[in-house]
């Protein structure tokens, strides 16, 4: 069976990656599984310009067709802040615990008005001989001006981001399996991913 490396060390995207890449006919296996402690310096601009980077790093160091993806919360509010620097929104790479309490007060100073918020990621599908592919996902919904008590690790903005459209936070322990199928962005973006995953896995 063929391999196919999920290039994060974020538990939380390891977990939906596997999740929703668990259906394909191939092996998955994490960067601890093969020995990989690397990190990447995520020097793009956009989200496209980083996940293509951790991919194809990833791919060239491990010898192995990888996975990876960048993406970020956008606040209309602040013109989309914080964006590409959702993790280093505080000018350097925050804890989770440490960006909740920001985004408390980020919540309380929102307009009533202009709550609108955007999670996007873009997901990326990496060769060794440099060749990579890309599919972007993204939920709408808003910020929420007291957060969920539970923080989910590695996703401390979801505590934050509530789905209007069901009454829900944008959180696994509320949101059902259908539900989670539904809005999850990561999950939109590796569907469309998907095809090339399997032509050039089976090439």
Not at 135 to 151: D, S
Request: glycine residues 6%.
């Amino acid at each position: 069976m063929k391999k196919l490396l999920i290039a994060t060390k974020n538990k939380g995207k390891i977990f939906e990656i596997s999740k929703y890449l668990s259906d394909l006919p191939v092996k998955l296996v994490s960067l601890r599984d093969v020995g990989i402690d690397d990190d990447v310096e995520e020097t793009g601009k956009t989200y496209e310009e980083n996940s293509k980077l951790k991919a194809l790093f990833y791919a060239k160091r491990s010898g192995m067709a990888a996975v990876s993806d960048d993406g970020g919360l956008e606040i209309s509010a602040l013109n989309g802040a914080p964006g590409v620097r959702s993790r280093r929104w505080l000018g350097y790479e925050a804890k989770d615990e440490e960006l909740v309490d920001y985004m408390k007060k980020v919540a309380r100073e929102l307009p009533d008005d202009n709550r609108v918020a955007f999670f996007k990621t873009v997901v990326s599908f990496a060769l060794p001989d440099g060749r990579v592919w890309s599919e972007k996902g993204e939920v709408k919904g808003e910020i929420a001006k007291k957060p969920m008590m539970r923080l989910l690790r590695g996703y401390p903005y979801r505590s934050f981001f509530f789905l209007p459209e069901i009454e829900k936070f944008y959180h696994e322990d509320q949101l059902s399996e259908k539900e989670e199928d539904v809005y999850n962005h990561r999950k939109k973006a590796l569907e469309k991913l998907k095809k090339y995953i399997l032509r050039k896995l089976d090439a």
